[in-house]
């Protein structure tokens, strides 16, 4: 059993182009010793976003605190509340952004997949 409190994780700013305003708290990684699925925190400023991407990893979400919008593989733009979950396929399209005036947060866990860490997305064959 490993115990790690959030506050002693640091948060990363994602500086990749297309996101803005949005820090991830590593809380479990393959550097961890977690070889197979990875826990991370999430915040956006007011107004912070990430870029419209897709990724090989499918993606769980879970809304925490603030407001957000997700923009599905189709483009619509979906609210999203404290409470609720969202499900992205591998390969889907799709955006978070705060559309609060306070800061949002939520819970992303993903499986780390062959050449991947659990922290950048793994990579594509012929990558």
Known sequence: MNRKPIAQVEPVEMKHEGFKGMFARYLWTAIDGCPHYA????????????????????????????????????????????????????????????????RMKMICTIPILPGGDGKTPAPRSGA
């Not at 956006?44 to 979400?61: D, K, M, N």
């Not at 879970?62 to 919008?69: P, T």
């Not at 923009?71 to 509340?81: A, C, H």
């Open 39 to 102: 826990m991370r925190i999430m915040e956006f400023e007011p107004g912070g976003h990430t870029s419209y991407h897709s990724h090989l990893e499918e993606h769980e979400f879970y809304f925490l605190e603030g407001e957000a919008a997700y923009v599905d593989g189709e483009g619509n733009q979906i609210t999203v509340s404290p409470g609720d979950g969202i499900y992205c396929p591998p390969d889907e399209p799709h955006q978070i952004k705060n559309v609060g005036s306070t």
